[in-house]
């Protein structure tokens, strides 16, 4: 996966986001944002107070004191505005660079007996095109002929083209992406408008987002304390009448705005768009911001074996030779008889000779005859040049074969076979001319760096769970050399969905990772599934996030995005609750020290007058929303660690941190204000 990408945070996006923040002060916008609604209604009413100082009875207010509150609510809006779209305009920039993979692409659709061009928008479901080396596949769609390398990097960001064939679990295919050898005839499988780019393209655009139960949550406590203080400001006139003290509107204003949660309130949209969209940007397609923020409190992984913790293809593990043959000897002629076969298993061989310091010489192959694998024969090999028959292939083919040159079979050979098949694993014998070499151990090979990944999961508290469809004994080898902590045999697709349930049923969110038809199921069953691109539409139809690059264990960057969206909401939530200690010392004396003089003990921070107190928190309050934008939108980096080592790191630092910078803050601001005003 790549790991270092262009910033999409450009000049235009933040222009944009500039505009934008005007045209959000439409009422009927704002309103979706309970907590800026408020301040834009005190912004309208400063304002008027501004050119009619009288307008709810007569004042001792000065009008540019109204004028400069109502310039700084317009302000702190505007800040709150400009998070939210230049978040949603991260996303809508990435949803442009996909619209340009699915436009203008001609398909050659197969009618009858021949091949007519149409637009890819006219393609219908069901549709055959026939699609060759360098052309865009026009839709999503089946192989059903041929095999090629598809360029899929117009929607992963990867350069390495990925093999597509007919039949089995990698013969869906993307529209949008291009073929780069061969060629390929597709079935396709969706109608225009709702291809899986299509999707792509509308999930990306962060503002068409859902909120979450926990941000639903969390507005519900905020718009709570908002309707609270509101209560508490309005009744505050009685009080000071009953105290004879005068309070003038904007002062209330002043004091609501800050006592309300300002920073959250205008941050909090932002933070959940920014969130689908670093899930985004590690090439992860998630299908709602529920899914990324349950990604958070996943404590169980379900992970199909095949293709998804093992490559899925039998390679070569080990060579076992028979009893009066050295390691090295077989090693060497299972390297000769794999000189021209170019299937994986053929390239695993000679990959396994340089593990193990084997040297082959590959002129051997020069003017040997070729023998193919075929069905009937089991066996492949070459004939060299000086007369010499080296074969490989299953073992009673090989056996059959040696026989047939007048050789004999050890009797210890056909005990090594069935100890690697009752491994699971595959054995291909070896043979030259009339003798037999040994076994080669062909298995299921588990993925490179899955045991430190599971490894980093377990530190994160999630358990994983292998199911496949071996037998046990083989599925205990791959648990093991994988590191999960269990594995489920012989497992069927209830199987898998009867694990998710039991867990869910224990309270716990589950994740499943699958790449075949046969996870569908228990992907939609999942709290968060997540498809390979490279398996079949159904698993991808099924999942609510989908892996563009087929890394299974990306899931662990899926949690800690998760996490890091969930620690975000709180750092800045608790932040914004504990900047508010300043502004209350700030605003409390400044309304009541000239009636009660006592209150100024309160004034610790001996800020010059009641004027500059009030505008000083009020421009602190505004400020800080900006200044917090970066964080918002990058989020807060998650770090495995204990639940108390992590309450006690935030409240260190965004606790004490909210607390102590707002103080410093108000007063560097109030030194200036006081010399304006």
């Known amino acids: 996966m790549n790991t270092k990408r262009k910033s999409i945070l450009t000049g235009e996006i933040k222009r944009k986001a500039v505009k934008d923040a005007f045209l959000?002060?439409?009422?009927?916008?704002?309103?979706?944002?309970?907590?800026?609604?408020?301040v834009e209604i005190g912004f309208?009413?400063?304002?008027?107070?501004?050119?009619?100082?009288?307008?709810?009875?007569?004042?001792?207010?000065?009008?540019?004191?109204?004028?400069?509150?109502?310039?700084?609510?317009?302000?702190?809006?505007?800040?709150?505005?400009?998070?939210?779209?230049?978040a949603e305009g991260r996303g809508k920039a990435q949803a442009d660079s996909l619209k340009s993979a699915k436009e203008g692409i001609t398909a050659r659709k197969l009618e009858g007996s021949g091949i007519v061009k149409v637009s890819s928008s006219e393609l219908r479901k069901g549709d055959v095109v026939l699609v060759e080396q360098g052309e865009w596949i026009p839709g999503d769609g089946e192989v059903v002929e041929g095999l090629a390398a598809v360029d899929e990097s117009a929607i992963t960001g990867e350069s390495a083209p990925v093999m597509k064939e007919a039949g089995g679990d990698f013969n869906s295919v993307t529209g949008g992406t291009r073929v780069v050898s061969d060629r390929l005839k597709i079935r396709i499988t969706s109608d225009p408008g709702s291809s899986f780019l299509d999707r792509m393209i509308a999930l990306v655009e962060g503002a068409k987002r859902q909120k979450t139960p926990n941000e639903i949550a969390l507005n519900t406590v905020l718009i709570s304390l908002t309707v609270i203080f509101i209560i508490v400001v309005v009744t505050l006139p009685f009080f000071g009448h009953y105290l004879g003290i005068s309070l003038e509107i904007p002062v209330l204003i002043a004091l609501l705005v800050c006592l309300i949660p300002t920073t959250i309130g205008g941050l909090l949209s932002a933070i959940g768009i920014a969130g689908m969209d670093r899930v985004t940007q590690f090439n992860v397609l998630a299908m709602s911001g529920k899914a990324v923020e349950a990604a958070g409190d996943i404590s169980t992984i379900i992970l199909d074996k095949t293709g998804t913790i093992t490559y899925g293809n039998r390679m070569a593990s080990d060579y076992l030779p028979v009893k009066s043959v050295e390691k090295k000897e077989l090693a060497y002629w299972a390297g000769v008889s794999s000189l021209k076969d170019e299937t994986p298993e053929g390239r695993s061989v000679l990959e396994l000779d340089k593990k193990v310091g084997i040297s082959v010489d590959e002129e051997l192959a020069d003017g040997a005859e070729i023998v193919e694998f075929r069905a009937e024969t089991r066996l492949s090999g070459l004939n060299l040049k000086d007369g010499r028959k080296v074969r490989k292939g299953a073992v009673d083919s090989v056996t059959e074969w040696v026989r047939a040159q007048g050789g004999s079979v050890p009797h210890e050979l056909k005990e090594i076979a069935e100890g690697v098949a009752v491994l699971g694993g595959t054995p291909l014998a070896v043979a030259v001319d009339n003798k037999l070499y040994g076994i080669i151990y062909l298995k299921d090979t588990v993925k490179p760096?899955?045991?430190?990944?599971?490894?980093?999961?377990?530190?994160?508290?999630?358990?994983?769970?292998?199911?496949?469809?071996?037998?046990?004994?083989?599925?205990?080898?791959?648990?093991r050399e994988a590191g999960v902590d269990e594995f489920i045999a012989e497992s069927k697709p209830e199987d898998k969905i009867a694990v998710i349930r039991r867990e869910q049923a224990e309270g716990k969110l589950v994740a499943m990772t699958g790449d075949g038809t046969n996870d569908a199921p228990a992907l939609a069953q999942a709290d968060v599934g997540i498809a390979m691109n490279s398996g079949t539409a159904a698993a991808k139809e099924a999942a609510n996030m989908v892996d563009l690059d087929s890394d299974p264990s990306k899931i662990i960057e899926v949690v800690a995005i998760g996490k890091g969206l969930l620690m975000t909401r709180g750092a800045l939530t608790t932040f914004s609750i504990a900047n508010d200690i300043a502004k209350y010392f700030a605003i409390i004396p400044a309304m009541f020290m000239l009636a009660i003089p006592e209150m100024d003990a309160l004034n610790v921070m001996k800020l010059g007058s009641p004027e500059s107190a009030i505008l000083s928190a009020l421009i602190f309050n505004a400020v800080i929303?900006?200044?917090l934008i970066p964080l918002a939108m990058k989020g807060v980096s998650y770090k495995p660690m204990a639940s108390s080592s992590l309450l006690r790191r935030n409240l260190l630092i965004y606790g004490l941190g909210g607390v102590l910078v707002p103080f410093a803050g108000i007063k560097l601001i109030d030194l200036i204000v006081h010399l304006w005003v």
Not at 28 to 37: C, G, S, T
Not at 60 to 85: H, K, Q, Y
Not at 453 to 477: H, S, W, Y
């Open 449 to 479: 760096g899955m045991r430190e990944r599971f490894e980093q999961m377990r530190k994160m508290g999630i358990k994983t769970v292998m199911c496949t469809g071996d037998n046990p004994l083989t599925a205990a080898t791959i648990a």
């Open 625 to 627: 929303i900006p200044l």
């Open 24 to 38: 959000k002060l439409n009422p009927r916008v704002m309103i979706q944002n309970p907590i800026m609604f408020v």
């Open 44 to 86: 309208v009413i400063t304002l008027l107070l501004t050119f009619a100082p009288d307008l709810f009875g007569a004042t001792d207010a000065e009008p540019w004191f109204n004028g400069m509150v109502s310039l700084i609510l317009l302000v702190t809006i505007l800040f709150a505005n400009f998070a939210e779209s230049l």
